[in-house]
Structures are given as C-alpha cells and as structure tokens.
Nanobody, 122 residues
Framework: QVQLVESGGGLVQVGGSLRLSCAVAGRTSNSYTMGWFRQAPGKEREFVARINWIGGSTYYANAVKGRFTISRDNAKNTVSLQMDGLKPEDTALYYC???????????????WGQGTQVTVSS
C-alpha cells in the first residue's frame, strides 16, 4: 500500500510562487507514474502534471505548461510541484497521486493523497 502526504499549500498573491511536496511511502518498485491533480470548488478534478519515477519524463496540462515544474527526489522519496506565475484560476485543492505503471495517461490512479489547498488572491 502506497501512502502519499502532500504539503506546501497556502495563500499567495497573483504572480507569486509555491512549492508543493508529496512524501511517498510504501512504494515497492520504481515503475510508477507520479501525478498532481487539482479540484476547484464546483468543478471536476483535473490533471496538472505527471512524472515517471524511472527516467523522469514529464507531461503537463496546457493550462500550467511553462509555469509549473514537476520533479522527483529519489533519495528523499518525494515528488514536488514548483508553481510559478500563479493565477487566481490556479486556486484549488491539489492532490498527489501514484500509479504502478510508467507513463500512465489515465486519471484513474491507484493511490491518492488527502490534498493541500492552494489559494491565489488578486
């Protein structure tokens, strides 16, 4: 069983930056896709970014491309999401997710964290 714990959310002004972190425990192999998703009030959960634990290849949603950067730290067993140039529409509950398959493109990840709130004020 994989456990995911997010941290780093908070309140930030438009144009500011935040760095989210996801602590990963219980992973038994390196063949995982790690993803970040978000859900704003009244909206469906949407994909933000993903990274392969092996190789580190990444993929981003168009809405965040060029502003957000996903990365992983093998030694610390963490996945991070650096968010720059934040906009009010980035306000949401951000979730870390893991799936035991590389380059997983579906939203049906096997494991999810509890989420961390990001609020961008104008």
């Amino acid at each position: 069983q994989v456990q995911l714990v997010e941290s780093g959310g908070g309140l930030v002004q438009v144009g500011g930056s935040l760095r989210l972190s996801c602590a990963v425990a219980g992973r038994t192999s390196n063949s995982y896709t790690m993803g970040w998703f978000r859900q704003a009030p009244g909206k469906e959960r949407e994909f933000v970014a993903r990274i392969n634990w092996i190789g580190g290849s990444t993929y981003y949603a168009n809405a965040v491309k060029g502003r957000f950067t996903i990365s992983r730290d093998n030694a610390k067993n963490t996945v991070s999401l650096q968010m720059d140039g934040l906009k009010p529409e980035d306000t949401a509950l951000y979730y870390c997710a893991a799936h035991p398959r590389l380059s997983y493109s579906s939203s049906a990840y096997a494991y999810w964290g509890q989420g961390t709130q990001v609020t961008v004020s104008s």
